[in-house]
C-alpha cells in the first residue's frame, strides 16, 4: 500500500503528494497543507493506492483538522459508544448536511460526496436517550 495525500488547489487544480510510507506521515502533511491554507480553498484528500485493490480516494473526518478529540460518553444519560452526528454544516458551502455517523474519540465521517470534509454546527444525537445536542457539549 501507498499513501499520497490528493490536494486540489483552489478546488480547480489536482497536486499528488506522496508517496508517504504510513498513514501518519500523510495526515501530518495534510495538517500542514491545512495550516497553509486557512481560508480552505484548497480540498485535501487521502489517496491509496494499492497493487491488489486499486485506488481509493476519502476524505478527512469533521474535525480532523481542528485536532479536536471527543467523548464518546452522552452527557445527559452518560451512556457511552451511543454518540452520532446527525446534522452538520459544510464550512466551505454554508450548506447543511444530514449524515448519520457514529462519533469516535478522532471525529465522524462526512460523505465523501462532499467537496470538503470541514463542518461546523454539528449536531449529535444520543441513541440511548434520544436527545439531540451540539457537538461543543462532548469535544475535549
Ligand atoms: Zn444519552
Redesign the pocket.
Known amino acids: 500500500m501507498k499513501y499520497y495525500l490528493m490536494v486540489v488547489v483552489g478546488d480547480v487544480e489536482p497536486e499528488i503528494k506522496g508517496p508517504f510510507f504510513t498513514t501518519e506521515e500523510r495526515d501530518a502533511a495534510a495538517k500542514a497543507h491545512r495550516k497553509q491554507d486557512p481560508e480552505m480553498n484548497d480540498g485535501v484528500y487521502t489517496l491509496d493506492v494499492d497493487a491488489d485493490s486499486g485506488v481509493k480516494v476519502g476524505a478527512y473526518a469533521g474535525g480532523f483538522f481542528d485536532d479536536a478529540s471527543f467523548s464518546t460518553t452522552?452527557p445527559?444519560?452518560?451512556?457511552d459508544g451511543?454518540l452520532s452526528v446527525v446534522e452538520a454544516v459544510l464550512a466551505t458551502t454554508g450548506r447543511t448536511l444530514k449524515i448519520d455517523s457514529s462519533l469516535s474519540a478522532d471525529g465522524f465521517e462526512v460523505p465523501t460526496n462532499a467537496r470538503d470534509a470541514s463542518t461546523d454546527d454539528e449536531v449529535v444525537r444520543?441513541n440511548?436517550?434520544k436527545?439531540n445536542f451540539p457537538l461543543s457539549e462532548v469535544t475535549l
Do not use: K, M, Q
Open positions: 452522552c445527559r444519560c452518560g451512556v451511543e444520543c440511548a436517550c436527545v
